[in-house]
Each structure stands twice: as structure tokens, then as C-alpha cells.
């Protein structure tokens, strides 16, 4: 079968077909992330909460840049009192997260297997309101393009295209770093969680479970 050549014309036209069929395919995949994102919110899918880990690599790499600090200078037993008598783990995660000696104090005294001498019980699980308390402290080190959103607990990037709408909330409930339950229904909320929120108020309705269904059947793994 012989071998037909395209016209200028006919190569033309394909390339005009091709950016509009990638420019649409392109939007329903936007579309389809968002949508998958905003039903991960409304059926309950949370981040894992555990206990923070800092890898050995990280804290017993490089050098100590703070080694003058007085708090770094204290003995290993002075910053074990600290830590042991810090009543939650997202108070002891955030002091370990300042500098490595602090973090290399905190990951032994987690491997310790006698750990009745804490001054407070140490909780057996992380709550929500654990997670969040941490992620405050963390505000002010993560690039401007990211904001706190109080209802997922994530960074979320307010330049990418799957985030975009207003946010929720009165930024005023968190004033002083206020890290609460109270804080979790008042304060900011991404565009995500003010969508879900609003989808949510019609789950009577028999469209609701066809739509978490259908993004169900969406996957977006590599």
C-alpha cells in the first residue's frame, strides 16, 4: 500500500487538532484532579497521624550551625528534662525541629523503652488538634505561595491551578497562633474544604453517592 504523503494543509490542520484536543484533555484532567481531591475531603480521607520522625541522616549530617545557642549548649540530661516534661508530642516535634542537637535528643528519648518518668502521660495517639499545633508553629517557614488551611491541616499551594477559589474562615480566630477544635471550624479553610463543605449539605440527595463513586473510579497514580 503505497505511502501517502500529508499536504501542508492536511499537517497544518492536524497540529491546529492536536493543541485542541491536548487543550481539552488537559482541562478535564484538571477538572477531574479537583474533583478527586474534593471527594477525598468528603469521604474523611486524612492525612495519617503519627508520631513525627526525623531521620538519623538529617540531624547527624553536616554541622551544627547554632552550637552557641544556650539552649543548645545545655547537657544532653538538662535537654532531656525538657523534652520529658513538654506535655504533648507536637510540643516536643516542634522543639525538636529547631536545631539537630534538639532532634537527636528527641529520637533517643523516643526509642527509650521506659518512658514512665515523662512529667505528663505521653498520648497514645495524635489527634487532629496535635497535628495542627504543629503546623502553626511551621507558618512562618514555608514559602509565601503557601497557606495554613484549617480543616484539611495541609500547606496548601495557592498558585496551583487545583486550588484556586476564595477561602473560608475568619483569618482573626487565629490570632496568637491559636491551634483548637474551635480553631478548626472557624479559621481559614482551603477553596477544597469550602467546596466539600457545600457538596456536603446536599448528601441526601441520591447524586451524592453517584459522585463519590465516580471519583472513585478515577486514579491519578504514577
Known amino acids: 500500500m ?32 479537583r474533583q478527586k481531591k474534593i471527594a477525598n475531603r ?38 532531656a528534662m525538657i523534652f520529658k516534661a513538654l506535655p504533648l508530642n507536637a510540643d516536643r516535634a516542634a522543639l525538636a525541629l529547631t536545631c539537630k542537637s534538639q532532634a537527636a535528643t528527641y529520637e533517643q528519648l523516643k526509642a527509650e523503652k521506659n518512658k514512665k518518668d515523662y512529667d505528663h502521660l505521653v498520648p497514645k495517639r495524635s489527634v487532629r488538634t496535635h497535628r495542627l499545633q504543629i503546623l502553626v508553629r511551621l507558618r512562618d517557614s514555608v514559602p509565601p505561595n503557601y497557606r495554613l488551611c484549617y480543616t484539611c491541616l495541609q500547606f496548601i499551594d495557592t498558585e496551583h491551578v487545583d486550588n484556586k477559589g476564595a477561602w473560608g474562615g475568619d483569618p482573626m480566630e487565629v490570632q496568637g497562633l491559636k491551634a483548637s477544635k474551635a480553631a478548626m471550624v472557624e479559621s481559614p479553610r482551603c477553596p477544597l474544604c469550602v467546596a466539600a463543605a457545600r457538596l456536603e449539605t446536599a448528601k441526601h440527595k441520591g447524586t451524592y453517592k453517584k459522585y463519590l463513586a465516580l471519583a472513585d473510579r478515577c486514579s491519578f497514580k504514577k
Do not use: D
Request: hydrophobic share 35%; glycine share 2%.
Open 2 to 33: 503505497p505511502v501517502v504523503t500529508p499536504t501542508p494543509v492536511q499537517i497544518a490542520e492536524a497540529e491546529t487538532a492536536l493543541g485542541k484536543e491536548y487543550k481539552e484533555f488537559k482541562k478535564a484532567m484538571e477538572s477531574a484532579r
Open 42 to 79: 468528603l469521604k474523611k480521607l486524612r492525612l495519617s497521624l503519627k508520631i513525627p520522625i526525623i531521620p538519623a541522616k538529617i540531624y547527624k549530617s553536616g554541622i551544627i550551625q547554632n552550637q552557641e545557642h544556650n539552649l543548645t549548649k545545655l547537657p544532653h540530661e538538662v535537654r
